[in-house]
Nanobody, 120 residues
Framework: QVQVVESGGGSVQAGGSLKLSCVASGYIFGRCGLGWYRQAPGKERELVAGINMITGTKYTDSWKGRFTVSQGNAKNVLYLQMNSLKTEDTAVYYC??????????????WGQGTQVTVSS
């Protein structure tokens, strides 16, 4: 069973930085990959950045340049470095670990989320 745990959220002033961490226990990194998502108040959950063994790293354009996703030496560890934070970055940030099912399917495991609050 895959378990996903995020950490590193908190409160920061606009312009500051935070680094989120995600550990996916029982998970083997592969074609389905890992990703960071966020859900702002009143909005749907959306992809921030993801990485898998087939296509590498991809970012949603909105955060390209300010946010950087990386893996630890252990491939089941994922980081999100967030710089130049803005008040609109306030959201719950979730890590997702996608495990392969069959030849082409993936099953997603979510973490509990970590709150990021950016104040002006």
């Amino acid at each position: 069973q895959v378990q996903v745990v995020e950490s590193g959220g908190g409160s920061v002033q606009a312009g500051g930085s935070l680094k989120l961490s995600c550990v996916a226990s029982g998970y083997i990194f592969g074609r389905c990959g890992l990703g960071w998502y966020r859900q702002a108040p009143g909005k749907e959950r959306e992809l921030v950045a993801g990485i898998n063994m087939i296509t590498g790293t991809k970012y949603t354009d909105s955060w390209k340049g300010r946010f950087t996703v990386s893996q630890g030496n252990a491939k089941n560890v994922l980081y999100l470095q967030m710089n130049s934070l803005k008040t609109e970055d306030t959201a719950v940030y979730y890590c997702a670990a996608d495990s392969p099912i069959g030849a082409t399917g993936c099953r997603r495991y979510w973490g509990q989320g970590t709150q990021v609050t950016v104040s002006s």
